[in-house]
């Protein structure tokens, strides 16, 4: 039982350049959501989806997009990287009223 | 606003005492609460949830309390253990539209031998 993947673990982009950051749940949890954590300002959430085919901003999502093509997939997109994108970023499933599983984060820098 | 606040300030204590750490809330109306361990380099990792008519929960050596009047939620660790070192997250889920995890910033526990 893998619980959430996510890949890569590393990336360094040069400032404007686009990727897609992968995610994979194996729990069959309808919830699958994208934090970003930065120094002194904990998780924050970029978007979330609340089952397949849906997806919802959070509190940062301005220069993300993302897609939620299946219930076991969902990815980040940063289409044009900014140096304020650099961060480490958690992929995240949850039903709910239980615990939520974290991947092991995508640690970003924009250059 | 919504906010979620968790004291900023690393907890320094002994072995085999026990730790309290704070998270208060403002705003919101949680359906549940949540605290997750993180160490570095590491996503979070669940350990316990406390429903909005629970007033305290205990597994092993933790325990949570939830005081939605107060709105403020207190995790103690007893006997702490060096192993113990770790950043703890407070995590509050909504009860109105579609569920959400919003986090507070953390606190770093320190228990030194």
């Known amino acids: 039982n893998a619980g959430v993947t996510q890949t890569p673990k590393f990336q360094v982009l040069k400032t404007g350049q686009s990727m897609t950051l992968q995610c994979a749940q194996d729990?069959?949890?309808?919830?699958m959501y994208w934090y970003r954590q930065d120094p002194g300002m904990g998780l924050r959430l970029i978007y979330y989806?609340?089952?397949?085919?849906?997806?919802d901003k959070g509190e940062v999502p301005n220069g993300y997009n993302v897609s939620r093509l299946n219930k076991r997939e969902f990815s980040l997109r940063l289409e044009s990287a900014a140096p304020s994108q650099t961060s480490v970023y958690f992929c995240?499933?949850?039903?709910?009223?239980?615990?939520?599983?974290f991947g092991q984060g995508t640690r970003l820098t924009v250059v | 606003s919504q906010k979620i606040e968790q004291n900023s300030e690393a907890l320094n204590i002994q072995e085999g005492k026990t730790a309290t750490l704070t998270c208060n809330y403002t705003?919101?109306?949680?359906?549940?609460l949540q605290w997750y361990r993180q160490d570095p380099g590491r996503g979070p990792v669940f350990l316990l949830l406390?429903?909005?008519?629970?007033k305290e929960k205990r597994k092993e050596r933790l325990k949570v309390t939830f005081d939605t009047t107060l709105k403020q939620s207190l995790f103690h660790i007893t006997a702490s253990q060096p192993a113990d070192s770790a950043t703890y997250l407070c995590a509050l889920e909504s009860n109105s539209g579609y569920s959400t995890l919003t986090f507070g910033k953390g606190t770093m526990l320190l228990v030194s031998p």
């Open positions: 995240a499933s949850m039903r709910e009223g239980t615990e939520a599983f």
């Open positions: 705003n919101y109306s949680p359906a549940y």
């Open positions: 406390i429903r909005e008519n629970e």
């Open positions: 989806s609340a089952s397949e085919g849906t997806t």
């Open positions: 729990m069959n949890h309808n919830s």
